[in-house]
């Protein structure tokens, strides 16, 4: 079965989307939905699908098999339940949504309807990633001692003013953790498991905002290691996000997505991975990837056609929000 799709929404990341589905042969964009009706007309335009009338339009379509939400973060709870009810897989930007209790409802939904939800989480498709997820379920670094999340990025105040949502609580969800920070969270959950907060501090130290553009966590794993997490988006110019795992037999120092140092018994190694995303992200939110996008969504379309499991389900894609929601409750 051929799979065709239909985004919600417009944007910026929406386009990342579609530019994606170009690259998938066995799936189709075929249609896209806004509340502004004259950006949705020239987004249709621009790819040559169907610009639906209505959210409820589109999800009624039976030629629609998946719905790609790429709307604000308070949305994606009522509208990826929308459309699970309405019989369509979804892909769903991330945060899934913005509470715990949010992310709970899309799970039962998509185990009461039997449709897929995944949620972006595309660092967890990159090749160095994978590497190191593999060298640590092998226990290569030995017993991990401490882990340490830094993502100093920096927004500009424009950022926020020429947004009527970006910023706020009840649709942003939060700030540098909860928008800008949630790709590394899911990064530290997804390696090294889900930890406890046992301190935190959350603020709006630079911008005008009701929520964080600066937070620091202490957490603590299952196996008594010790993990750092800090985000912003008030530390300019902006720099790359690095994870550092240090184990009792090696470290590994993960920048973005890249393998910057690996250490395993005293030897320094090169495993030859390269990355992918442009790093300019810490200081321009207009940059984006495409390929680790295109690996997950296409994950997704052979899931739905039965051809492989779902490498990020619902269940995943809670982890991080949880973590975030977590530090900002503590």
Known sequence: MHINVG???????????????????????SGVTDTNHESCK???????????????????????????ICIPSGFHEE??????????????EKPMAITSQGCDAIIRASEE????????????????IKKIKILLDEGKFGR???????????????????????????????????????????????????PQ?????????????EVDDLSMAIVEFENGALGSIQASTCLNPGFSRKLKI????????ICEDAIEELMLDGKLFDLGVNTVTNHDS???????????????????????QGREKLYIDANEGKKAVKLICDIYNF
């Open 113 to 128: 309807t039997g449709c897929m939800v995944t949620v972006i989480s595309q660092l967890r498709f990159s090749d160095s």
């Open 282 to 304: 810490a200081r321009n939110h207009m940059v984006m990837e495409t390929e680790l996008h295109t690996r997950q969504i296409q994950n997704m379309v052979n899931s739905v």
């Open 7 to 29: 985004i919600l929404g417009c944007g910026n990341i929406a386009r990342t989307h579609a530019d994606c589905f170009e690259n998938i042969a066995n799936a189709t964009l």
């Open 246 to 253: 240090y184990g009792t037999d090696g470290y590994v120092v």
């Open 197 to 209: 907060v046992v301190g935190a501090k959350t603020k709006a130290l630079y911008h005008n905002i």
């Open 144 to 194: 991990i001692l401490s882990a340490d999340l830094s993502m100093k990025y920096w927004r500009d105040s424009s950022y926020y003013t020429e947004s009527n949502w970006k910023g706020t609580k009840n649709i942003d969800g939060g700030g540098a953790l909860m928008n800008q920070g949630i790709h590394g969270v899911d990064l530290l959950v997804h390696l090294l498991g889900e």
């Open 42 to 68: 020239a987004f249709a335009d621009c790819y040559g699908v169907k610009a639906y009338e209505n959210y409820d339009a589109m999800i009624e379509d039976e030629n629609i098999h998946i719905v790609s």
């Open 79 to 92: 509208t990826a339940i929308k459309a699970l009810r309405a019989g369509k897989h979804v892909i769903v």
